[in-house]
C-alpha cells in the first residue's frame, strides 16, 4: 500500500511542477516574446517604407561616445551602445553614411563610419506567417535597440595609428552586391593604407580581404582582428536540448557558452587553427571565420557599457603581419550573417573548407543519427512538397525498421501478462517478505523461460532514434513557417484552435497552461488508446494512474510545436496499430480486464 502511495505522490508531484512552472515561467516567458516579436514586427513594418539612407556624403552629426583607438595589444572592447527613449532603427541608420548591400538572400547596408557591418536583414525570411509580415532582422546599428553588428580591424604593434570606431572609410561604388566587390579605404597619414575589400555571395556569407599597404620608410607590425558584438540578453527558449548563445568550433571541437555562464567568468580565450566562432539563435547565426590554415586566438567576452549586457565573439591573428617598407600585406576572413539552413552549411563546409561548420545547428549527442535523419525527413519534404506529410512518412520508415524488435517487445509482455496471475499468487503469499518473494519470481520466470528485460531492451534500442528525430523537428529551421493541412499553417508554433475559447470564438485571454489545441487532445486520446492495450498493471490503483498519464501529456505538449505534436500523434497511432496486429496473431485480449 506505501508503494501505491509514493507512486500516486510522486505522479501528483511531477503534475505540480509541470503546472507551475508552465503557469510561473513557461506563460510569462512566452508572452514577453510574443510581445517582443509583435514590437519588433511594429517597428520593422513601420521603418519598411521608409528605407535605411544609402548615401556615401555624410548627411547626420559625428556620433557621439564612439570609442577611441583600441589599446595596444588587444582588441576593442564593446561599445558603450543604447538607445535613446523613443529611438528606433530607422533613425539610428539615417545617422551614419552608409552603403547599401544588394544581396539576392541579404539586405542592408554598411556604415561607413567604423567600417561596420551593422544593418543586415533576411529577405526571404519574414518575422511571421502574417500577410505583409517584415522580413527578418539580424545586425542593427548602434543607437539601435538591441545593437547587433561585425567588424573587421587591425590591432597596433607600437605606434602605428590604425583605424578605428570614429574612422569615416572611402567607399569606391556607391554599394555591394554579388557581381560587384567593395573596396573600403583610409589612409593613416602615416604612408600606411588600410584597405577592406567586402565580397558577398548570392546567400549569406561575405568575405573580408584585410590589406594593409606600407607606403612608409619603416616595417609596420599589426594582428588582423574581426569581432562581432551583442547588446541585450536575447530571449532562449530554455530546452535542455537546444543551445542559444557564444559558440565556436576550435581545434575540431565545438564549445558552447551560455549567455550566464559568460557573464560570472572572465573573458574565454582559446587557441585554434581552423574553426569558426559567433553567437546562434535558434534558427539564425552570426560568425566568424578566420583563415583556416592561419593560427588565432578566439575569445569570448562580457562587458556592461552603460550597464548595459554586451556579449562579443571575436578572434585575432596569433602571430603580427610584419609589413616591410614598400610592401603589402593581407588575411581573408569570412563572416556569415544568415539562417541555419543544413544544405547551405554543408556546402560552405566543403567550399570554404569551414571546420565543422555544420555543428551550427545542434544536433546534439546524437550526431550520428540526427543528422541522417534530417536529409531523409528533407527528402521527403522534396518529393511530397509538405513538411507535415513528409514527417508522417519517415515515422512510417523508422516503424517499420523497428518492427521487428517491436515484435519481440511486445511477445515478451504477452508472456509477463499471462504469468501476473501468478505472480499475484507469490505477492499475497510472501508480501511481508521481499528476499523470498524475488526468489520465487526469479524461479518462476527461469520455468516459464521467460526474460522480464527483454521487453524493455527493444524498446531502448529505439529511443536514440525516436530522441533524434524529435530534435531534428525541433532545432532545424527547415520547418519553421512551413504549413500543414487545416488550421496548422506554422508547423513550429503550437496549435492555435485552443478549446478554452472555444476555437476563438471567447474573446478571453486564459492560462497558458490551459492553451490547448486541437492536436494535443488527439495526442492524448492516441496515447490513451495505447495504454489500453499495454499490459495492465496487477494492482488495479497502479492502473487507473498509468491510464490517468495521456492527460498530463496532453497538457505537456500543448505549447510545444505542432509539428511535434503531430509527430507524436502519428507515432501512437501507428504503435496502436502494430500493437494491435501483433496481439490479435497471438490471441492476447485485447480488451483490458
Not at 555571395?201 to 607606403?215: A, G, K
Not at 547565426?285 to 592561419?294: F, N, R
Not at 539562417?339 to 563546409?349: F, I, M, P, Q, T
Not at 490551459?514 to 492524448?524: K, N, Q
Amino acid at each position: 500500500m506505501s508503494d501505491q502511495r509514493n507512486l500516486i505522490i510522486a505522479i501528483g508531484l511531477s503534475l505540480a511542477i509541470l503546472l507551475g512552472f508552465q503557469f510561473f515561467f513557461e506563460a510569462p516567458r512566452q508572452e514577453r516574446m510574443q510581445r517582443l516579436a509583435e514590437q519588433q514586427a511594429a517597428e520593422q513594418a513601420k521603418e519598411a517604407s521608409q528605407g535605411p539612407d544609402g548615401s556615401l556624403i555624410p548627411t547626420a552629426p559625428a556620433q557621439s561616445g564612439a570609442p577611441g583607438a583600441p589599446t595596444t595589444g588587444s582588441i576593442p572592447g564593446a561599445p558603450a551602445m543604447h538607445a535613446a527613449p523613443g529611438a528606433t532603427r530607422n533613425a539610428a541608420l539615417k545617422r551614419l553614411p552608409r552603403v547599401p548591400v544588394n544581396g539576392a538572400r541579404l539586405g542592408g547596408s554598411i556604415a561607413l563610419k567604423g567600417g561596420r557591418i551593422d544593418d543586415l536583414t533576411l529577405l526571404d525570411y519574414k518575422t511571421t506567417i502574417d500577410d505583409g509580415s517584415p522580413a527578418v532582422t539580424l545586425f542593427s546599428p548602434q543607437d539601435a535597440p538591441r545593437p547587433y553588428f561585425g567588424q573587421f580591424g587591425w590591432i597596433p604593434i607600437g605606434e602605428l595609428k590604425v583605424p578605428d570606431s570614429k574612422t569615416v572609410w572611402q567607399a569606391d561604388h556607391p554599394s555591394v552586391q554579388p557581381s560587384r566587390p567593395l573596396t573600403l579605404s583610409w589612409d593613416n597619414g602615416q604612408g600606411v593604407r588600410f584597405i577592406q575589400v567586402i565580397e558577398i555571395d548570392d546567400n549569406f556569407m561575405m568575405t573580408v580581404t584585410q590589406r594593409v599597404e606600407n607606403s612608409s620608410t619603416q616595417a609596420i607590425s599589426t594582428h588582423p582582428y574581426g569581432r562581432i558584438a551583442r547588446t541585450h540578453t536575447p530571449d532562449t527558449l530554455g530546452f535542455y536540448i537546444l543551445h542559444e548563445g557564444p559558440l565556436a568550433v576550435f581545434n575540431d571541437t565545438l564549445k558552447e557558452v551560455d549567455y550566464d555562464d559568460l557573464q560570472e567568468g572572465p573573458a574565454d580565450a582559446t587557441k585554434s587553427t581552423g574553426g569558426w566562432i559567433g553567437i546562434t539563435d535558434k534558427y539564425w547565426l552570426a560568425a566568424l571565420i578566420p583563415d583556416q590554415k592561419e593560427p588565432y586566438t578566439g575569445t569570448f567576452r562580457y562587458s556592461q557599457p552603460n550597464k548595459q549586457d554586451t556579449y562579443q565573439a571575436d578572434f585575432m591573428t596569433q602571430a603580427p603581419q610584419v609589413i616591410a617598407p614598400g610592401a603589402t600585406a593581407q588575411t581573408v576572413s569570412h563572416i556569415f550573417v544568415g539562417a541555419k539552413e543544413v544544405n547551405l552549411l554543408d556546402r560552405y563546409e566543403v567550399q570554404l573548407g569551414i571546420a565543422r561548420f555544420d555543428l551550427a545547428v545542434d544536433f546534439g549527442w546524437f550526431y550520428f543519427l540526427t543528422k541522417p535523419l534530417f536529409f531523409v525527413l528533407d527528402y521527403f519534404f522534396k518529393m511530397l512538397g509538405n513538411f507535415g506529410l513528409a514527417i508522417l512518412l519517415l515515422t512510417v520508415c523508422v516503424k517499420a525498421i523497428f518492427f521487428p524488435l517491436a515484435n519481440k517487445s511486445y511477445k515478451s509482455m504477452s508472456k509477463m501478462k499471462a504469468l501476473q496471475p501468478e505472480m499475484t499468487k507469490l505477492k499475497e503469499r510472501h508480501g511481508g517478505d521481499r528476499t523470498k518473494m524475488n526468489q520465487e519470481m526469479m524461479a518462476l520466470y527461469k520455468k516459464e523461460k521467460v526474460n522480464p528485460a527483454s521487453g524493455c531492451l527493444p524498446i531502448m534500442l529505439q529511443i536514440p532514434v525516436f530522441f533524434a528525430l524529435y530534435k531534428v523537428m525541433f532545432v532545424t529551421i527547415e520547418m519553421r513557417h512551413q504549413p500543414f493541412f487545416g488550421w496548422i499553417h506554422d508547423l513550429s508554433a503550437p496549435d492555435p484552435m485552443y478549446l478554452v475559447t472555444l476555437f476563438g470564438a471567447i474573446p478571453w485571454d486564459p492560462p497558458q497552461f490551459l492553451l490547448i489545441g486541437i492536436w494535443p487532445v488527439f495526442m492524448g486520446i492516441s496515447m490513451y488508446a495505447q495504454q489500453l492495450l499495454n499490459p495492465q498493471p496487477a494492482d488495479p490503483v497502479q492502473a487507473k494512474i498509468f491510464l490517468f498519464m495521456p492527460l498530463f501529456f496532453t497538457f505537456l505538449l500543448g505549447s510545444f510545436p505542432a509539428g511535434l505534436v503531430i509527430y507524436w500523434t502519428w507515432n501512437n497511432l501507428l504503435s496502436v496499430t502494430q500493437q494491435y496486429i501483433i496481439m490479435k496473431r497471438m490471441g492476447v485480449p485485447i480488451k483490458p480486464k
